[in-house]
């Protein structure tokens, strides 16, 4: 499986991004996706997350409110959407995927088969 992510860049204080990745491959079913983030010099942190067939959410409590996680079933695709975006925001943007067959834990990223390269996202005050 291969994640492209993209829509990463340069944003002011308040501004917004809207953050991509697609999925490709052969012979795949995600049961889940989600988009983690790593600043430099701290660990990975849990963004957002959907569960693929049903559309339900779930946030981190520093994003909900901010961010929208949604996805496009025919393409393969999610998309997070980020508004009043803060200095504490910037950070490498990264997209998961689950192939598993299992509930819960999508705020774990031992929880996801496959990521993507990421995408930086840089909020300035």
């Known amino acids: 499986v291969h994640l492209a992510e993209s829509g990463g860049g340069l944003v002011q204080a308040g501004g917004s991004l809207k953050l991509s990745c697609a999925a490709s491959?052969?012979?795949?079913?995600?049961?889940?996706m989600g988009w983690f983030r790593q600043a430099p010099g701290k660990e990975r942190q849990f963004v957002a997350a959907?569960?693929?067939?049903?559309?339900?959410?779930y946030y981190s409590d520093t994003v909900e409110g901010r961010f929208t996680i949604s996805r496009d079933t025919t393409k393969n695709t999610i998309f997070l959407q980020m508004n009043s975006l803060e200095p504490g925001d910037t950070a490498v943007y990264y997209c998961?995927?689950?192939?598993?067959?299992?509930?819960?834990?999508?705020?774990?990223?031992?929880?996801?088969?496959?990521w993507g390269q990421g995408t930086q996202v840089t909020v300035s005050s």
């Open positions: 998961a995927l689950r192939r598993r067959t299992i509930l819960g834990y999508y705020d774990q990223g031992d929880g996801y088969d496959d």
């Open positions: 491959g052969q012979d795949f079913q995600q049961f889940a």
């Open positions: 959907i569960a693929w067939f049903n559309g339900v959410t």
